[in-house]
C-alpha cells in the first residue's frame, strides 16, 4: 500500500500538538492559581516552565503546519480545496478568514487576494485544484465546518506565538513574567484554547479525507466493521475514562483542601518532607 506524502509532516504535527497541549494546561491552572493571589515560588515555577516550553514550540508547530498544508496541496489537492472552499482550478486564488461555503465561493469572509495561492507555492501565479476536479462523490463534505475547523486551528496557533511574543519581550526587559492581570488571563485561556485547536485539527483531518480511508485507494464505506461488540467495547471504555477523571479530580481537590487547611499554602513542594523541627536537630 502507497501512502501519500503529507502523513511524514501529520505525524509530528500530532506529537508537537500533544506537547503544546500539556505545556498550555499545566501554564493554565497556575495562571488561575496565581490569578487568586497565590503568588509564590511554587507557582511562579509552576507558570514559566511549561509555558516556557509552550512558547517555543507554538512558531515550531505553526511551521510545520504551514509544510503539512502545502503537502497536502500538492497530494490530496482535493482535500485542500475543500477547506480552502476552491471551487474551480485557478491561479491568484484569495484566501479567506472565515465565512461560509458555498457553490459560488465563500460568502461572509475577509478576503485577501491572491494569498491561498502564495501559500501554496510561494507565487500567486501558483494553481491551486478545485473541487471541480472530482465528482460530487469523492468531494469532502461539510466544507463550511471544514473551513472554520481550519481556520479555528490557526488563528488560535497564531494568537499562541502573540502571547510566546510578549512574554519574550517582557522577560528579555525585566527578567521576569508579565505582572498584568490580562497577561495570567490569556495564559489561564490558553490551555482550553491549545484544547480547542487540537480539536479542530482532528476535523481538518479525518472530515477533510473523506470519502477515503486512505486515499484514493479504499473508501471509508468500504472499511466499516459490522462488528457487533463495538459499542460494548465503546461503553465500557468510555465508562473507566470517566470514572477516572472524576476520582483524580476529587483526589486533587482533596489534597488541595487538606494543604490548606493545615496552614502549609507558602512551602515550596506540597506534600513534601517537612522541614526538620527544633526537637529533631539532634538527629533521629
Not at 509544510?67 to 480545496?81: E, G, H
Request: hydrophobic share 45%; glycine share 10%.
Amino acid at each position: 500500500m502507497i501512502f501519500n506524502e503529507a502523513v511524514p509532516y501529520e505525524v509530528p504535527h500530532m506529537i508537537l500538538a500533544a506537547y503544546l497541549l500539556t505545556a498550555f494546561v499545566v501554564a493554565s491552572v497556575y495562571a488561575v492559581g496565581m490569578l487568586r493571589g497565590r503568588r509564590d515560588r511554587h507557582h511562579r515555577l509552576g507558570l514559566l516552565i511549561p509555558l516556557t516550553v509552550g512558547c517555543l514550540l507554538a512558531p515550531v508547530q505553526f511551521a510545520v503546519g504551514d509544510t503539512a498544508a502545502r503537502a497536502i496541496a500538492k497530494d490530496q489537492p482535493i482535500k485542500f480545496a475543500a477547506i480552502e472552499c476552491v471551487q474551480q482550478t485557478q491561479t491568484h486564488v484569495t484566501e479567506y478568514l472565515g465565512g461560509r461555503c458555498t457553490s459560488e465561493g465563500v460568502k461572509g469572509g475577509i478576503g485577501i487576494p491572491g494569498l491561498d495561492s502564495w501559500l501554496v507555492g510561494f507565487s500567486t501565479d501558483t494553481e491551486v485544484i478545485g473541487l471541480d476536479t472530482a465528482p460530487p462523490e469523492n468531494r469532502p463534505p461539510a466544507n463550511t465546518m471544514l473551513h472554520l475547523a481550519f481556520d479555528l486551528m490557526v488563528g488560535i496557533g497564531s494568537a499562541l506565538i502573540g502571547l510566546g511574543i510578549w512574554f519574550a519581550v517582557v522577560w528579555w526587559r525585566r527578567r521576569d513574567i508579565p505582572k498584568t492581570k490580562w497577561f495570567l488571563r490569556a495564559v489561564a485561556v490558553s490551555g482550553v484554547a491549545v484544547g480547542l485547536a487540537l480539536e479542530a485539527g482532528w476535523i481538518v483531518t479525518e472530515v477533510g479525507r473523506q470519502p477515503w480511508i486512505v486515499y484514493e485507494v479504499m473508501r471509508t464505506e468500504d472499511a466499516v466493521t459490522d462488528a457487533s461488540g463495538v459499542w460494548v467495547t465503546f461503553s465500557l471504555v468510555f465508562a473507566l475514562y470517566v470514572v477516572l477523571g472524576v476520582g483524580l479530580v476529587m483526589v486533587l481537590r482533596t489534597m488541595s483542601r487538606r494543604w490548606r487547611e493545615a496552614g502549609v499554602g507558602n512551602v515550596e513542594s506540597p506534600y513534601g518532607p517537612s522541614p526538620a523541627g527544633p526537637e529533631r536537630s539532634g538527629g533521629e
